[in-house]
C-alpha cells in the first residue's frame, strides 16, 4: 500500500494549523479551517513520437477559510510559516467583515475525524518512473500509430497528478491524503491520399486515479487499442455524411460519460440549484424543492454518486470541509432522489449532513461544490453491446465522447462522438460523419429504452471539468453501461469527410 | 528573498547549465455575489518560478508555486535538468536584453472588491482585481521585468419579471468600471417571444465576437497550421497565408503597446502554450494577424520562422480587431438595423471540428429583436455551429473597437477590445431553453 510522500509531511503541517486555529480562536470565528495543498503535475507531449515539451510543476499553499461577524472570508499565502498563518487568518477575518450578509453563516455538522489518513488505490507512483521511460512508453504508441497509411500525424499527451491536501479545522478534523491520477491520449490525424479527406481521432482510455500501472495495462488495454485505431481512422475518413433526422441510439459507456456528467451531473450540483454558480458555469432546471418528486427519466435510470470508488478520480478520504467521502443515490427509478452538497448547501437547503463534495483546485482557491463520481448502473441481467444493436432496426450506434455544448439551466444540449456507425436492421453498417444529437435533458432521459448489464459497465471521466469564479478545474469519474435512447434527434453538424 | 534575489539564486546555482528562470509575483482579490449573499471572496498572494534548462534538444521545465529558499530553487534546477531532452536542432541566439526596469518591486497586491449593488433590479456576477509581476532572466544575461494590474466586472441583471441582460468590463482598476445599466435592453426584455432556428442577420456584440477571435488565435500556431492539424492549413501542404478571409476591412492584430490594453512588451514563455522558452525576453512590437481581411500573419517563434524563413511572430497577451475609422457604437448600429437578432452573450463554445475550426455555442443572458431601427422584445437562446473564419467571411458591417470581456473568460485570458458586428446569414440551427 502507498503511503503519504514523506516529503509533504515535513511540511510544517502541525505549526501552520495551530497557528492558524489558535489565531481563529481568538478572534472568534465560528468555523475556521487550514489547508496546506502540494500539487505536482508532470506534463509530457509528444509529435511524431518526438518530445515537443515537458513540464514537471509543484505547487504548495496554504489556505484559511473563516466564518466570521457574519461572513465569509478566505485568504491565501505561499509561505508555511507561523507568522504568514497568523497574517492569512487577519485578512480572512477582514474579507469576512466586509462581507458580511443578512444571516450568519450556515454550516451542516459534521462528526469529528481526528488525525485520518488516506492514501488513493495506485500501484506505482508516477513521479517515481524516469522521464526517459515515459517518454519511451508515449514515443512507441506515437510510432505504431504512426506506421499506419493514413495517419499523417500523430500528438500524444501525457499528465500525471500527485496531490497532497492537509486540513485542519477548529471542531477538531484533522485530516492528512495524497491522491494520484494519470492520463495519456494520443490523437491521430488521418488524410486520405486519394480523397483528400481528413479526420482526427482520439484515444479513449481515460483518466484515472490508477499510477503508471495504468500504462501497462492495468485497468486499459492499450495494445488493443492502438491496434484498432488506424482501421477506426480509416473508416472514418471513408464515412458518409449522415442524414438528418430522427434514429434510435446506442450509446456505448466510452460516450456516454459525459452526457451523464453534464445533464446529470451538473444539473444535480446543490449550488446551481440555490443559484449560486448563476453568473458563471450556470443554474440548473432542478430546484433544491424538486427532490423526490422531479421525474429526471425513464424507470431505467439509476444514477448514483460516490467519492469512493477505487479508482474515481473524484474519490477521497475527507472533503475540503472535512467530511467523510460516502456514496449515495442520484436518480432511482426514473426519479430525482438526491443532489450534491457542501455543508454550507447542506445547510442552506435543510439537509442534515453534507454529501462532502467539498473541493478546491488548490490551497489558494475558495471550495465549493464540486461533482462527484456520477455513474448510470448497469440492469442486473441486462443485455449487452451486440444485443442492443441487435434490437435496432434503423439507428447510429456512437463511441468516444468528442464536443459537448449545453445551456446554462442543463437542459438544452448537443454532443457528438469520435465514431458514429450506421445501424441498420440490427446490424453495423459503416461510419457516419458529421453526427451531432439534440436533446433536452429530462425528454432525452425518459427516452431510455435499454442499459445494459454489468458485463457492458465501464469507468470514464473528466479531468478537466470547468466551474467557479476563478475558474477552478476538478476531476471526476462517470462508469455506465451501454444504453439506447429511441428516436433522438440527430443533425449533421457538417464536419468530417467528405 | 525578493523576486531578483530568488532570480539570481537560481542563476548562481546553475554550475554550467544555459537557464532562463521567470519569476512571478501574483495577487488576486475577487468578490462574488448574488442578490445580497455574498458566496465567496478572497486575498491571495502567490508566487511561481519557473525554471528552464536549455541546451541543444528539448528544453527541460521545472515549475514551483509557493514559498522558496535556495535548497528548493537547487532541487528545482535539477528537476529541470533532467527533464532536458539530449538534441542537436540549431536553436536561436540568446536574448541579452537589460531592463531598466528590473530592480523594481512587484505591483501592489490587489485589494477586495466591493459589492456592486442595483436599486432596480437582482443583480448577481464577479469581481475581480489581480497584480502580476514577471521577471526574467538567463544566464546569458537577459534581465527583463513587466508588472500589470487587471481587473474585471461581470454582472447579470435579472428583473422582477425575469428579463436578463448581462454586462461585462475589463481593464486596468476597478474603480474605473462605471456600470451602466442597459436600461433599454431590460425595458424590451419585459416582452419575449419565441423565434424558429433560421439563418439572421445578427448583431454580435464585442464579448461574442471577443470569443470567437479568442478562439481563432488559439488556432493560429504556424507549425500547427503547416502540419495539415488546424483550420490554416491547405489541403495538401502549405498554410493560407495570403488568403482573403473576409469581404470587410478588418484588422486583427496584438500591440504590446496599446492604450488601455498594454501587456508584456516582451515574450515571456514559461513552457506551455506556443511561444518558444528560446524566445523569452524577445521584443514584441504590433503584428497584424489579418490586415483589411488578409490573413497575414500566423504565430510563429523564432525557430520556425528560421526553418521557413518567415519572419518571427510570437504570440502577443492581447488581441484587437479594428474595421474602418469611424465606427458606430452598437447602439447607432442598431439605429440602423431593419431586421436582426442582437446577440449579447455566448457560451460554451466548443470544438466540432478541430481541424476546421468548426465550433459549437448558445447564446445566454440576453437575445433581442432588433426592428425597424430598435431593440423590440427579447427572443429565446439559439445554438449556433460555425467557424469564426466563416464568421468574418459573412461580416457586412464592423462597429467602433471597445474594450470587451470575453463570457468565457479564464484565468489566464488574453485582454481583448472588439466591436461589434453585423454577419449575415448566421445559422442559428437550434433553439436554447436557457432562460
Sequence with gaps: ?498 | MTPQEVAETALAAAAGTELVVVVDELSSAYLRWIGDEVTSAADTDDRQLTVIALGGGTPGVAAARGALDPAGIRALIAAARRARRPGSAATPPPVTAVDPEWGRPPVPPAAVPARPRSHDHFLFGYAQQCARTTYVASSAGLRRRYGESTALLDQTLRSAGGAVTWTGWCGTDLAEAGYQPPGDRMEAARTRIALPPAAYEVLLSPSCVADLMLRLYAAADARDAAEGRTVFALPGGGTRLGERVSPAELTLYSDPAEPGLSCAPFVVARGTGTSSVYDNGLPLTRTNWITDGVLTALVRDRGTAGATGEPATPEIGNLVLTGPAGGSSLAEMVGRTRYALLVTALWYVRDVDRRTLRLTGLTRDGVYLVEDGRIRCAVNDFRFTASPVDVLGQVREVGRTEPALPREYGEHAIRTAMPALRVADFVLSAVGDAR
Excluded at chain 1, 178 to 185: A, D, E, K, L, M
Excluded at chain 1, 218 to 243: F, M, N, Q, T, Y
Excluded at chain 1, 283 to 299: E, I, M, Q, Y
Excluded at chain 1, 426 to 433: F, S, T, V
Aim: charged share 20%; glycine share 12%; hydrophobic share 40%.
Design chain 1, 1 to 498: 500500500m502507498p503511503s503519504v510522500d514523506p516529503a509533504f509531511l515535513a511540511l510544517p503541517l502541525a505549526t501552520v494549523a495551530d497557528a492558524v486555529l489558535s489565531r481563529a480562536r481568538v478572534l472568534g470565528a465560528r468555523y475556521a479551517c487550514c489547508r496546506v495543498q502540494r500539487t505536482r503535475t508532470a506534463r509530457l507531449e509528444l509529435v511524431d513520437g518526438t518530445v515537443r515539451g515537458t513540464g514537471d510543476s509543484t505547487a504548495t499553499r496554504l489556505g484559511v477559510r473563516l466564518a466570521y461577524r457574519g461572513g465569509w472570508g478566505f485568504a491565501a499565502v505561499p509561505e508555511l510559516t507561523g507568522p504568514a498563518a497568523v497574517a492569512a487568518v487577519d485578512r480572512a477575518a477582514a474579507v469576512a467583515e466586509a462581507c458580511a450578509g443578512v444571516g450568519p453563516p450556515e454550516l451542516a455538522d459534521e462528526p469529528v475525524h481526528q488525525d485520518a489518513t488516506w492514501v488513493s488505490a495506485y500501484r506505482v507512483n508516477p513521479f517515481e518512473v524516469p522521464e526517459a521511460e515515459r517518454v519511451a512508453v508515449l514515443a512507441d504508441w506515437s510510432t505504431r500509430l504512426g506506421r499506419a497509411p493514413c495517419v499523417r500525424s500523430v500528438l500524444a499527451y501525457y499528465t500525471a497528478v500527485q496531490e497532497n491536501t492537509f486540513y485542519a479545522d477548529l471542531a477538531g478534523t484533522v485530516a492528512t491524503q495524497q491522491r494520484v491520477r494519470v492520463h495519456p491520449v494520443l490523437f491521430a490525424f488521418g488524410e486520405d491520399a486519394r480523397t483528400g479527406a481528413t479526420a482526427v481521432l482520439r484515444t479513449l482510455g481515460p483518466p484515472t486515479a490508477r499510477g503508471w500501472e495504468y500504462l501497462g495495462g492495468d485497468g486499459w488495454d492499450w495494445d488493443a487499442e492502438l491496434a484498432a485505431l488506424p482501421g477506426e481512422l480509416a473508416g472514418k475518413l471513408r464515412a458518409e455524411p449522415v442524414e438528418p433526422g430522427t434514429y434510435d441510439l446506442v450509446l456505448d459507456p466510452s460516450h456516454l460519460w459525459l452526457t451523464l456528467h453534464e445533464t446529470v451531473g451538473h444539473a444535480t450540483e446543490a449550488d446551481r440549484a440555490l443559484g449560486h454558480e448563476l453568473s458563471y458555469a450556470g443554474g440548473t432546471f432542478v430546484a433544491p424543492d424538486s427532490v423526490g418528486s422531479l421525474r429526471f427519466g425513464s424507470p431505467l435510470m439509476h444514477v448514483t454518486a460516490d467519492r469512493t470508488a477505487t479508482h474515481g478520480l473524484a474519490t477521497v478520504g475527507y472533503d475540503d470541509e472535512g467530511v467523510a467521502a460516502g456514496s449515495w443515490d442520484l436518480v432511482r427509478d426514473g426519479v430525482l432522489v438526491g443532489l450534491q452538497h457542501d455543508r454550507r448547501t447542506a445547510a442552506r437547503t435543510g439537509v442534515s449532513r453534507s454529501t462532502g463534495c467539498a473541493y478546491a483546485e488548490s490551497a489558494g482557491h475558495v471550495p465549493l461544490p464540486r461533482m462527484p463520481n456520477v455513474a448510470l448502473r448497469p440492469v442486473p441481467g441486462g443485455p449487452d453491446t451486440g444485443a442492443l444493436i441487435a434490437g435496432v432496426d434503423d439507428g447510429i450506434y456512437l463511441v468516444g465522447s468528442d464536443s459537448f455544448s449545453i445551456d446554462i439551466r442543463r437542459h438544452a444540449f448537443q454532443f457528438t462522438a469520435q465514431r458514429c456507425y450506421r445501424i441498420r436492421h440490427g446490424r453495423l453498417a459503416g461510419q457516419l460523419a458529421g453526427v451531432a444529437y439534440l436533446g433536452e435533458t429530462t425528454a432525452f432521459w425518459a427516452a431510455l429504452t435499454g442499459v445494459g448489464g454489468p458485463g457492458s459497465y465501464r469507468e470514464f471521466g473528466a479531468d478537466q471539468c470547468g466551474k467557479g469564479q476563478p475558474v477552478q478545474l476538478s476531476a471526476a469519474s462517470h462508469g455506465a453501461a451501454v444504453t439506447r435512447f429511441d428516436r433522438i434527434r440527430v443533425v449533421n453538424t457538417g464536419a468530417g469527410p467528405p
